[in-house]
């Protein structure tokens, strides 16, 4: 199957600073990404969808200026947080789809721990 | 999008063959439904997809009634490795939402020794 890589791994950072997320396809081209978040003990939320070469689409309640998306090629998209708070502290998920293939390949996450 | 209600947790174990059943009741005509797998701090992984009927592949079967307001994830002579949450979605495989997936709470599956 497509393999879509997150950098980093895990991630602890300090309250008010911010925090970038790489994912990547690796041997493929997304037209898409997703990225999600997800708490302890809680399902998968998705939080936006991002288009290569165009602005984020948020879902509901989920603040913009606070998670940054930036789809600048084919093979990555990045996920920055703004001015990390604890309550941020997550488990990042992101997934990618190609053309012609209707399954969402997901990456293996970024666990986020604000301090 | 059609909402999915599944038994939160399920036990069994080694060498049993698992159900898992997912109920859907609103789904929609060009909805597929598919069910993934995932570990403790990692992305999900994808197990099967079917419209209608029975699919099987290497590692499940899926078991789709006619009316397709449910569905079963058939899992055969599980093992240790196999505790993990499963996760059942119903969505276009089409269309501009394809791709945005929303999770429900999924089951958790624990396999004892």
Redesign the interface.
């Known amino acids: 199957g497509a393999v879509v890589s997150q950098h980093p791994s895990w991630v602890i950072c300090k309250s008010g600073t911010s925090v970038k997320i790489e994912c990547r396809s690796l041997d493929f081209q997304a037209t898409t990404m997703f990225w999600y978040r997800q708490f302890p003990k809680q399902s998968l939320m998705l939080m936006a969808t991002s288009n290569e070469g165009s602005k984020a689409t948020y879902e509901q309640g989920v603040e913009k200026d606070k998670f940054l998306i930036n789809h600048a090629s084919l093979t990555l998209s990045t996920l920055t947080v703004t001015s990390a708070h604890p309550e941020d502290s997550s488990f990042y998920i992101c997934s990618a789809l190609t053309t012609g293939i209707a399954e969402a390949f997901f990456g293996q996450g970024t666990r986020l721990t604000v301090v | 999008l059609a909402k999915t209600t599944q038994p939160i947790s399920m036990d069994s174990y080694e060498g049993q063959e698992v159900n898992i059943t997912c109920s859907h009741n609103n789904i929609a005509t060009n909805d ?1 439904i598919t069910w993934y797998q ?1 570990f403790p ?6 197990i099967i ?1 079917g419209y209608k009927t029975k699919v099987t592949n290497e590692v499940a079967s899926l078991f789709i009634p006619a009316d397709r307001k449910s569905s079963t994830l058939s899992l055969p002579r599980v093992s240790l490795s196999d505790t993990a949450v499963y ?1 059942c979605l119903v969505a276009p ?2 269309g501009s939402t ?9 089951t958790q599956l624990t396999v004892w020794p």
Do not use: K, V
């Not at chain 2, 701090?41 to 994808?46: L, M, V």
């Open positions: 597929y995932q701090s990692q992305g999900p992984r994808f997809q996760y495989l089409g394809l791709g945005r997936l929303y999770f429900g709470r999924g």
